[in-house]
């Protein structure tokens, strides 16, 4: 994680962005180059979901801009398995200087890259020669790992096909930004622990259930991440991730202690039958039919 990045003034008098970049661009590709994730190498690991969450903008936004910046202005890669970024002229701004402690981060980072083929996409734009012979002895090394083999690619597509559908309505159903609406409106004030607990939760369960973990907790009197955050995991420990599975399991509880309940009255009615009762006549008939 970075303390901080530069980003050259001569990014808002780039033709490019100042004639075909809307606001939304602009401010996607400023994320893009400055967020706590990236690293020296220009390939870092990041969710759309975190993007949409600290830009505040919906997942399916941040698709569309992804679409864009990939397939239009080709100035980005992303690894939807790997969920890794790759920023194409990151090498030209921000790789222009060596020294040993530079060699060993970019050496220490280039180990962590698990799609070797960003690597090779971000080392074409690299101005010194031993920074980019060094990017390029990591894309070369075929035994650490494989990516666009045809197998991989195949498998791959196949499963974006058939997720992509149910993907887009999911992340938009448990768009993050809601969640932190919610916390916002009834807990308090969102800092950087609040917003990775919030990215975890929204991947957890529904936000139903969230809301009713608040409630929960406004009745109690214990407003606050920690407790919120109890009920919520004794909830996921019960296989409870959304309104639905919650009252199906609360009517299952229902049921099961009325049983309960049943059972113990039919146990105390039969307890409170006397054991010794008087015959009646037509019993003492039957007695001394048989002793005769």
């Known amino acids: 994680m970075a303390i901080f990045r530069k ?16 606001p939304e661009c602009k401010i996607f590709m400023v994320y893009i180059l400055s967020n706590q994730n990236t690293t020296q190498i220009g390939i870092y690991k990041i969710t759309k979901k975190q993007i949409a969450f ?36 990151w090498g030209k701004y921000n790789l222009d200087r060596t020294g040993k402690p530079m060699m060993d981060c970019i050496n220490k980072e280039l180990k962590e890259v698990k799609d070797k083929s960003l690597i090779k996409y971000v080392s074409e734009s690299i101005p010194k020669k031993e920074i980019k012979d060094l990017f390029d002895m ?15 690619e195949n498998i791959r597509q196949e499963k974006e096909e058939e997720k992509d559908k149910e993907e887009y309505k999911e992340e938009e159903a448990n768009d993050v930004g809601r969640y932190a609406k919610l916390y916002e409106e009834n807990v308090g004030i969102i800092n950087q622990l609040v917003s990775e607990w919030l990215i975890y939760i929204s991947e957890n369960i529904d936000i139903g259930l969230f809301k009713r973990a608040i409630e929960v907790a406004t009745n109690r009197g214990h407003v606050n991440r920690g407790y919120i955050n109890g009920i919520i995991n004794k909830w996921i420990t019960n296989n409870i991730r959304s309104l639905k599975d919650l009252n199906a399991y609360e009517v299952s509880s229902k049921n099961k202690g009325d049983r309960i309940n049943e059972k113990s009255r039919y146990i105390r009615e039969i307890e409170d039958e006397p ?8 019993q003492i008939r039957e007695i001394q039919r048989l002793l005769q």
Do not use: C
Not at 56 to 84: A, H, Q
Not at 275 to 282: H, L, V
């Open 54 to 89: 600290e830009l505040g903008y919906s997942v399916e936004t941040i698709n569309t801009l992804m679409d864009i910046f990939i397939n239009k202005y080709k100035t980005i890669k992303y690894n939807e398995e790997t969920r890794e970024l790759a920023i194409k002229h």
């Open 275 to 282: 054991i010794y009762q008087k015959p009646s006549e037509e």
């Open 7 to 22: 980003i050259h003034t001569q990014f808002w008098r780039d033709d490019k962005v100042l004639e075909e970049y809307t």
């Open 138 to 152: 990591y894309s070369n090394d075929d035994s650490y790992y494989h990516t666009y083999n045809e197998s991989y």
